[in-house]
């Protein structure tokens, strides 16, 4: 989709779905057993990819092979996985045996297909919800994986969740170390310290990430806490703004810009205080796929303020604020 | 699950239902027309004799997968069934319940197809990338046919000489006499999700992920474009001589002409539905120009187009028709729901 359409579902019926990603040997799949063997009293769906360096251990385990192909949208940057919506679209007819869906990613792979694929198939988008991205990181290897590959800044990039795994295999400054380098890149996910994956559940299922319901409360205040990035580099600009929106005028205003700039722009999100809406409004997009609903009203005594969240490259901030601050009412 | 107070129309009369656990993944009937099979996403196959058609309490039931029931078919022998499963495992259910298996894979077994003549006899199965073409019992792999991408849906021309498989970026053609090993690719950039072929083998047709229908003329590889569609295609049925094709996917029923140069340059035809909601199945009988509809409100209509006279078979199906099917002398139709109704009516005079 090229526009930016702000519809809204019911997001209480929809099959949570987390997708994990992270390098080769990071500890997806140990994070993943661990995910599947506590006692949670819940059933997962879990989807592998074909060349998985463990055996996982669960009922329901679907063989993927990460066919991704463009919609034929006009839209270059409009990928999606072909098999995800076979595989979820089937799953889908057995609703009862699972409470949610985790996918496995391949360490190399690019997160913004699976993501997209959430945003384009229509089917998937009526059954399902993206609950988070949640990306596994190896602190011991992470800084030189980082240099070599531009997947890594994308899985960065993509996380609602980071899990920092082996951390007892680094001391305090190398620590401190990729935590700066995931922040420059990805101001706003919540960070979670781990060994072989022992993370609480809590932190990774359910948590909303995607829809942001967690995420943006969960923010810290550093709006103005602006590193001298190198432009080519991925990194995350963040918005905020006290009058209220006009919901017509920020429509057209973010439609222009990810249909203009949604190839740089990697994840947009907000939450917003539309003119004459008690609920807040959340709004998502994966490059140029945008998404929205209502999420409930302000609470009581709440500040009413609109966040707008960047991760992408070449973000211009002035650019942007200007923008943004334009969709004010007037 | 939501279980239907009153089913109306044709079933209170001709037919009988029964809900039973499990979406309603598809239906057939066995070639002999004498039984019908619905599969369940609980891997299972219930199967109504004829001859037990008022009295749904008495169709068997047969675990066959582990895991659900994907695909099915009528056997190449006259009284069953094959069914694909993603258990990996294809599957024959013969005439007394017996289950053999046929073959077993890594992956889910998608689709099948079965086709039989005076001379030959086949069954085809696709599994990721791959089909597998056997002989009529099963037992052999005559050849296995390599796929650019997974395979999502196969079908065989009328006379059983060719065999197609839609997949990513077109569709492939391959002979199914064992020697011939070439494939003919016909290539269309996307995502296609389904098959359908001309009965007189004029063209081939694929459902799109982008909410429309491609298609190749076969004579010369001429590109046909079918589209305006609210949602994806996801069942397509020509008519006995190939004059129409039917589709499912608009708040209508969607009928491409294909005579008269069309459906090049030609708008296709619309025949009301159930007033708004969306069209899930559509099945042509197989020996009158007339076609089975399913909604998604649950209810199922017969039309005949030429008139456009439309009989209620079933209304208040509660849940999506997402099987529909005649039986191949016309006599039978039967149908599932999402929430696992299933439905069977006798058309049959008399």
Known sequence: MSDASLTSEPADTLVPVTVLTGFLGAGKTTLLNHILTAE????????????GELGV??????????????????????????????????????????DG????????????????TFFADEDVRAKTRLDAVVTVVDALNFLQTLKESPEAHQQIAFADVIILNKTDLVDDAQLKAVEDAIRKINAFAPIHKAQKGNVKLTDVMDVGGFDLQRTLSTMPDFL???????????????????????????????GALLQEKGADILRT??????????????????????????IGPWKEGEERESRLVFIGRNLNRPQLRRGFESCAVA | ?????????????????????????????SRDNMRFAFTTAEGDVIVAHRADLAEPASWATYAVHDGAALALAPDTDPGGFLTGGDDGRLC???????????GKTRRWVEHVASHVDAKTAYIASASGKQVELRDGRGETVLKTLEHPSSVTGIVFDTKGKRIAASHYNGASVWFTQPKSESVRLLEWKGSHTGIAIHPAGEALITSMQDNDLHGWRLSDGHNIRMSGYPTKVKSMSFSRTGKWLATSGADVVVLWPFFGGGPMGKPPVELPGMGGALCTRVAYNPEQEILAAGFADGSVLMIEPESQRVLPVCLNGGSAISALSYSSDGCLLGFGTEDGLIGLVDLSAG
């Open chain 1, 40 to 51: 949670h009293g819940r059933k997962y769906a879990v989807v592998i990819n074909e060349f």
């Open chain 2, 92 to 102: 024959r259910l013969d005439m007394h319940g017996e289950i053999e298996e046929l």
């Open chain 1, 57 to 98: 251990d669960n009922d329901l385990v679907v063989d993927a092979d990460e066919e991704v192909f463009e919609m034929n949208n006009g839209c270059i940057c409009c990928t999606v996985r072909g098999d995800l919506i076979r595989i979820l679209g089937s799953l889908m007819k057995r609703r009862n045996k699972f």
């Open chain 2, 1 to 29: 699950m939501s279980i239907p107070t009153e089913l109306r129309g044709l079933i209170e009369k001709r037919g009988a239902s029964r809900t039973v656990e499990g979406h309603i993944t598809a239906c057939a009937a």
């Open chain 1, 269 to 294: 999100k907000g939450i917003l205080n539309f003119e004459g809406q008690s609920d807040r409004f959340a709004f998502q997009a994966v490059h140029m796929m945008a998404d929205g609903n209502d």
């Open chain 1, 224 to 254: 103005e806490n602006t590193h001298h990035h190198h432009e080519e580099d991925v990194n995350s600009i963040s918005l905020s703004l006290k009058t209220p929106l006009d919901a017509g005028r920020f429509q057209m205003w973010i």
């Open chain 1, 101 to 116: 869906i985790i996918i496995e990613t391949t360490g190399l792979a690019d997160p913004a297909p699976v993501a997209q």
